[in-house]
């Protein structure tokens, strides 16, 4: 299934349960924890690339009620569940779109945060990712990008990715089983055919991400583990150069 900006995305297909099946799962929640503890100050406008459902949202309007906050998702169901959820609130403003082709103007938030989202897209369009953000951001803004990581990169087909796919995806897949939920291991085996073939699902390094934002022009970039660390669930930041 694809957006108008070609991202292809399967959530929409999911966003009725996706709140169910991710509540009880303690790593994921840490993996929010860690991208809320990159927030500080007051913020006046901050932006949730691929916001799906509003699991950082509820944490950012709960952190900063005051501050304007756009949530951005390329898949029109997820946008129509958070919108039924924040119902009332004016500070939230909701966009369809991709994180790779931002239609904000330039230095227009103070923080652009994001969690499981930007792995949905290819590799350039990730790197173009971190240029738009980049852009959007106010001088000494800061990116926080949580998401699902790999640690190796390459050819669909190359025996060294595909291995190391299957190998931390059935990591993945028994965690889920044992300390969430078999309907949440069932959607992980489910979608491994996708992280194999890069269907939606194109895992990067958080080295990768380091380089792509470092190209941009972020500085004192840095990752943080989320624990459980063999999940490999990470967060990278980076701050756009002040004025």
């Not at 756009?70 to 039924?84: F, R, S, W, Y």
């Not at 390459?154 to 965690?175: F, M, T, V």
Request: glycine share 8%.
């Amino acid at each position: 299934m694809s957006n108008t900006n070609g991202v292809t995305t399967h959530w929409n297909e999911v966003a009725s349960n996706y709140d169910n099946l991710m509540a009880t799962d303690r790593a994921y929640q840490a993996q929010l924890d860690n991208i809320i503890s990159e927030l500080s100050g007051t913020p006046n406008r901050i932006l949730d690339l691929g916001c799906g459902t509003g699991a950082i949202m509820g944490k950012l309007v709960k952190k900063y009620p005051n501050a304007q906050i756009v949530g951005l998702d390329p898949a029109i169901e997820m946008l129509n569940v958070i919108k039924g959820k924040f119902a009332g609130n004016e500070k939230i403003d909701y966009v369809s779109g991709s994180a790779h082709q931002l239609e904000f103007e330039d230095n227009s938030f103070d923080y652009i945060v994001t969690n499981w989202a930007l792995h949905h897209l290819i590799h350039d369009d990730k790197v173009k990712c971190a240029q738009e953000v980049y852009r959007v951001l106010k001088p000494g803004g800061k990116f926080i990008n949580g998401d699902q990581f790999a640690e190796v990169m390459g050819e669909i087909k190359s025996p060294d990715r595909a291995g190391h796919i299957l190998d931390l995806l059935s990591r993945k897949a028994k965690y889920y089983l044992e300390e969430v939920s078999f309907e949440r291991m069932l959607l992980q085996v489910k979608l491994m055919p996708k992280f194999l073939t890069e269907d939606g699902e194109c895992l990067a390094t958080p080295e990768f991400w380091v380089d792509a934002m470092q190209n941009a022009g972020f500085v004192n970039t840095k990752i943080l583990i989320s624990e459980p660390a063999y999940l490999f669930n990470r967060v990278v930041v980076g701050l756009k150069k002040g004025d």
